[in-house]
């Protein structure tokens, strides 16, 4: 009997047993890892511990790069598909390829939008033995010479990173259109790019800054926050200190497939509900180089469709729309 007990409890922990494990999450992170997506479904998996009924549910994280997020959105928001137990991580990015047609014709309703965690925002930095330690001193070599260093960014023309650098050097009198962006996918491999000298200067995120900045190899510029950020990057000046008025915040957030059903979503909205309310998830997200930024449910869905429409509107002024 005894030799018999462990296979008889393996046997009652197998689906459809009566007595299953529970079932484990997956969050997709639509990039190679090491960038602020990764982070996102990482501050997921830790803050699910604080809320009771996910505490002992195992989240893998599943990568799906390709398109800056087209890949993944193109696998995973189909008609047919319904799984309630897939989270798929989303930046303000994100937003701005919906609104721009990089994702093809979607659209916002085509998901189920669940949670926002935290905000984050851009930044621009260089290798720490750069010979460029301000903002200014980076906009003067760029003004002297606009193919003078290659400008590591997330996706390509119309990113959100190539904007935020668009917006600085235009502010700085310079044609964007003169510069040296080289595409790449994912803060991740942008900041790998920038140790191996491929590129000299990177548009990021925060987030990314942050999670780079205890190795001393990197130098940061500037964020592109309307005031100082708390926390490891308190002492990097802002753009608009240095004289640059551009202000780049960005969402960070979840979604599900569009045929989740209603009882799944709404489950998933309480729980995330549940974790953001928690003293502790505050840690966490700080942790994770994000600041307070909290949406659930309808509110995050009609956040969603309001800045797509005003990101569309951006693109077209800058005639990047297709």
């Known amino acids: 009997m005894r030799r018999l007990l462990p296979i008889l409890l393996a046997f009652l922990l197998l689906?459809?047993?009566?007595?299953?494990?529970?079932?484990?999450?997956?969050?997709v992170v639509p990039s190679k890892p090491g960038g602020a997506m990764d982070l996102t479904c990482k501050l997921v998996r830790s803050g699910l511990q604080l809320v009771p009924d996910h505490a002992t549910r195992a989240?893998?994280?599943?990568?799906?790069?390709?398109?800056?997020?087209?890949?993944?959105?193109?696998?995973?928001?189909?008609p047919g598909r319904s799984d309630g137990d897939t989270l798929v991580a989303f930046s303000g990015g994100s937003l701005l390829n919906l609104a721009?047609?990089?994702?093809g014709k979607a659209k916002p309703s085509d998901v189920r939008w669940v949670a926002a965690l935290g905000a984050d925002y851009g930044m621009i930095a260089v290798r720490a033995d750069s010979p460029y330690k301000t903002l200014v001193q980076l906009m003067g070599a760029l003004k002297r010479d606009p193919s003078k260093l290659l400008i590591g960014v997330?996706?390509?023309?119309?990113?959100?990173?190539?904007?935020?650098m668009a917006l600085l050097v235009k502010s700085a009198g310079i044609?964007?259109?003169a510069l040296r962006f080289v595409a790449l996918e994912g803060g991740g491999e942008a900041f790998t790019a920038m140790q191996a000298n491929y590129v000299q200067v990177v548009s990021g995120d925060a987030s990314e800054a942050h999670l780079m900045a205890p190795g001393g190899s990197v130098r940061v510029l500037a964020v592109l926050s309307e005031k100082r950020l708390p926390g490891l990057l308190s002492n990097v000046p802002t753009a608009r200190e240095q004289g640059y008025d551009v202000v780049w915040p960005i969402i960070r957030g979840v979604w599900m497939g569009p045929n989740t059903r209603p009882a799944d979503y709404?489950?998933?909205?309480?729980?995330?509900?549940?974790m953001m309310a928690a003293?502790?998830?505050?840690?966490?997200r700080s942790e994770a180089g994000l600041y307070p930024f909290t949406l659930t449910g309808q509110a995050l869905?009609?956040?969603?469709?309001k800045a797509v429409d005003e990101y569309s509107t951006r693109a077209s002024q800058l005639g990047l729309m297709r």
């Open 15 to 27: 689906p459809g047993s009566g007595m299953a494990a529970p079932r484990g999450v997956e969050c």
């Open 59 to 78: 989240v893998h994280l599943s990568y799906m790069p390709g398109g800056i997020g087209a890949v993944a959105w193109h696998s995973l928001a189909l």
């Open 100 to 103: 721009q047609g990089k994702f």
């Open 154 to 164: 997330s996706g390509t023309i119309g990113s959100q990173d190539w904007l935020k």
């Open 175 to 177: 044609d964007p259109k």
């Open 266 to 274: 709404q489950r998933w909205v309480r729980a995330f509900d549940s």
């Open 279 to 284: 003293p502790e998830f505050g840690r966490l």
């Open 301 to 305: 869905t009609d956040y969603v469709q």
